[in-house]
């Protein structure tokens, strides 16, 4: 950016949004640091540890927004993160699937509420630490584009994001590969320079989501893990425990390696398989997003069904009822109902759905 700016910064109390702050400060811009307060659970994490978003981490952002001399403040966003995420994801497991909350916090909270909120701090741009990197073209529109640090590249989480939203966002980190961040954070003598990267579901420290899905109202329904052909191979205590793609803790002595491929919500069935079971040729997805304009005929790119996934080659198509058709060059595995499916060209994002 040539011009100063006001810039919100939303400081997760980690090293990539502290050292965004830090690049923006230097740069001369009127930097404000935000943290977000989503949820409440006892403090068993100490600063350093693998948490997201837990109240050492927005002491951390703090420390950092001190140290920066900016000013700082804490949002609290409980009960709409309760509302629009941590609900979410309980009614999805529960349905069968599998959520992806990060992706939904992405979309709905800090590009959602957060986004909206800068008008209140009279400013001009949100900016996060995340890996990804916004260009304009010479006809205007916004393209979001992997980072440069194929091993962080976050633009899997961010498929959501529009034009309007693009064009108030920026990620200062996205052209940098995460050494040179760290460099950066002990050149800035940042508090958290040395602190480790958060991991886990944020709302779910101790990764127990079976714990929390039934602390939560998912009553356990027993029912039978059967094969494709509907034969029983033995119980289950209830199909939230299941994911697709899921080997261990079936417990079933079987001649060969079983998978979960599929979970019958209605009839409470988990179905299983060996692994050849588990391919797919191709995938349905609906509340599509797009980054401009939605695709036209038939698209020919790439296709990533999970996170860090390598894009694969795919084409994909509009269907007359509005969910998106993606075909695989070859067979994949892991295609998860409730996942996202984010449709790259090269290596900028065309938009998404999520998985059926």
């Given at each position: 950016?040539?011009?100063?700016?006001?810039?919100?910064v939303?400081m997760s109390?980690?090293?990539?949004?502290?050292?965004?702050?830090?690049?923006?400060?230097?740069?001369?811009?009127?930097v404000?640091?935000v943290s977000?307060?989503?949820?409440?659970r006892?403090?068993?994490?100490?600063?350093?540890?693998?948490?997201?978003?837990?109240?050492?981490?927005v002491m951390?952002?703090a420390?950092?927004a001190k140290r920066l001399?900016i000013?700082?403040?804490?949002?609290d966003l409980?009960?709409?993160f309760?509302?629009?995420v941590i609900d979410?994801?309980?009614?999805?497991?529960?349905?069968?699937?599998?959520p992806n909350?990060?992706?939904?916090c992405?979309e709905?909270?800090?590009?959602g509420?957060?986004l909206?909120m800068t008008a209140?701090?009279?400013?001009?741009l949100?900016a996060?630490?995340?890996?990804?990197r916004?260009e304009?073209?010479a006809?205007?529109?916004y393209r979001?584009?992997k980072g440069l640090d194929?091993?962080k590249?976050q633009?899997?989480f961010?498929f959501?994001?529009?034009?309007q939203?693009?064009?108030?966002?920026i990620f200062?980190?996205?052209h940098?590969e995460k050494?040179e961040?760290?460099?950066?954070?002990?050149?800035?003598?940042?508090?958290v320079?040395?602190?480790?990267?958060?991991?886990?579901?944020?709302?779910?420290?101790?990764?127990?989501?079976i714990?929390?899905?039934?602390?939560?109202g998912?009553?356990p329904?027993?029912?039978e893990?059967?094969?494709?052909d509907?034969?029983?191979l033995?119980l289950?205590d209830?199909i939230?425990?299941y994911?697709?793609?899921?080997?261990r803790?079936l417990?079933i002595?079987?001649k060969?390696?079983?998978?979960?491929t599929?979970?019958?919500?209605a009839?409470?069935?988990?179905?299983?398989?060996?692994?050849e079971?588990l391919?797919?040729?191709?995938?349905?997805?609906?509340?599509l997003?797009w980054?401009?304009?939605?695709i036209?005929?038939?698209?020919r790119g790439?296709?990533s069904i999970r996170?860090?996934q390598?894009?694969?080659?795919?084409?994909?198509?509009?269907?007359?009822?509005?969910?998106?058709?993606?075909?695989?060059?070859?067979?994949?595995?892991?295609?998860t109902?409730?996942?996202a499916v984010?449709?790259?060209?090269g290596?900028?994002?065309?938009?998404?759905?999520?998985?059926l």
């Amino acid at each position: 950016m040539s011009d100063k700016k006001r810039v919100v910064v939303a400081m997760s109390g980690g090293v990539d949004s502290s050292v965004t702050a830090a690049l923006l400060k230097e740069q001369g811009h009127d930097v404000i640091g935000v943290s977000l307060q989503l949820y409440e659970r006892p403090e068993k994490t100490p600063s350093g540890g693998k948490t997201c978003c837990s109240l050492t981490d927005v002491m951390d952002a703090a420390r950092v927004a001190k140290r920066l001399g900016i000013p700082f403040q804490v949002v609290d966003l409980r009960q709409r993160f309760q509302e629009l995420v941590i609900d979410d994801f309980v009614s999805e497991y529960r349905a069968g699937r599998t959520p992806n909350p990060c992706a939904r916090c992405n979309e709905r909270i800090k590009f959602g509420l957060l986004l909206e909120m800068t008008a209140s701090f009279d400013a001009d741009l949100l900016a996060t630490g995340h890996y990804a990197r916004i260009e304009a073209d010479a006809c205007g529109i916004y393209r979001l584009r992997k980072g440069l640090d194929p091993r962080k590249d976050q633009t899997y989480f961010l498929f959501g994001m529009n034009q309007q939203q693009l064009a108030r966002t920026i990620f200062p980190v996205g052209h940098l590969e995460k050494p040179e961040v760290r460099q950066l954070a002990a050149h800035f003598n940042l508090p958290v320079a040395q602190k480790q990267e958060s991991q886990e579901i944020c709302f779910i420290p101790d990764n127990d989501y079976i714990r929390f899905l039934e602390e939560s109202g998912v009553a356990p329904r027993a029912g039978e893990i059967v094969d494709r052909d509907g034969n029983r191979l033995g119980l289950h205590d209830g199909i939230h425990r299941y994911t697709v793609g899921q080997r261990r803790g079936l417990g079933i002595a079987w001649k060969e390696p079983l998978y979960v491929t599929a979970i019958d919500t209605a009839n409470a069935r988990v179905v299983v398989g060996p692994k050849e079971e588990l391919e797919r040729t191709s995938l349905l997805a609906d509340q599509l997003t797009w980054t401009n304009a939605p695709i036209s005929g038939c698209f020919r790119g790439t296709c990533s069904i999970r996170y860090r996934q390598q894009p694969v080659p795919c084409h994909a198509e509009l269907c007359k009822d509005g969910r998106l058709r993606v075909e695989f060059d070859t067979p994949q595995t892991g295609v998860t109902p409730g996942q996202a499916v984010v449709l790259y060209d090269g290596d900028t994002v065309v938009g998404g759905g999520w998985i059926l």
